[in-house]
């Protein structure tokens, strides 16, 4: 199957800073990617939908300039966690699809973010 | 998309079936039955989806109820590496759909020795 994956896979930063995650489709070309956020013992939440070239449409409640989202290829996006702050911390994941397969959506391996 | 509901958690005997039922009265007629499992701290995994005919695949079996209300999925041979968070998801394929899948809370399935 098609392949997700993360950079990094964990990541520590002090309150203030900010803090990008990579998410890449290595053998395919993601037209959509999402971005969701877990925290201990609960769901997924879905934060936000990017379309390769566009800006990110994202989900009600999330910041959009807190949170920001770049999908600038069909094989990358990013998430830039600005001035985190350790609420902040979570277990970030993100997924991708491409055009021609409305069906499957395939899941990187996730990010685990702690601020402190 | 329609909203599903799953028991929070359920356990199975390692080389039993497991069964994992989950409802979803008000799905439309134009919205699939999806399912993902996770373990722990690694992403979602696909593992089947159907309209409304049974659907089976190397991993698991998918039985729709006729009225599809509600379906189940079968794992037939479950093993302690199948310990993990299944979710049932409901949404609309084609055309204007974005694609995004919305988790519920999913059931904890525990395989044990």
């Known amino acids: 199957g098609a392949v997700v994956s993360q950079h990094p896979s964990w990541v520590i930063c002090k309150s203030g800073t900010s803090v990008k995650i990579e998410c890449r489709s290595l053998d395919f070309q993601a037209t959509t990617m999402f971005w969701y956020r877990q925290f201990p013992k609960q769901s997924l939440m879905l934060m936000a939908t990017s379309n390769e070239g566009s800006k990110a449409t994202y989900e009600q409640g999330v910041e959009k300039d807190k949170f920001l989202i770049n999908h600038a290829s069909l094989t990358l996006s990013t998430l830039t966690v600005t001035s985190a702050h350790p609420e902040d911390s979570s277990f970030y994941i993100c997924s991708a699809r491409w055009a021609g397969n409305s069906y499957e959506q395939y899941f990187g391996p996730g990010t685990r973010l702690t601020v402190t | 998309d329609a909203k599903t509901t799953q028991p929070p958690s359920m356990d199975c005997a390692e080389g039993r079936a497991a069964n994992l039922p989950c409802n979803h009265s008000?799905?439309?007629?134009?919205?699939?039955v999806y399912w993902y499992r996770q373990i722990h701290s690694q992403g979602p995994q696909y593992i089947i989806h159907g309209l409304k005919n049974n659907e089976t695949n190397e991993m698991a079996s998918l039985i729709i109820t006729e009225d599809r209300k509600s379906s189940t999925l079968i794992l037939p041979h479950a093993t302690l590496r199948d310990t993990a968070v299944y979710y049932c998801i409901v949404r609309v394929h084609g055309s204007g759909n974005t694609g995004k899948l919305i988790f519920g809370q999913g059931t904890t399935l525990q395989v044990k020795p």
């Open positions: 008000t799905i439309s007629g134009n919205e699939y």
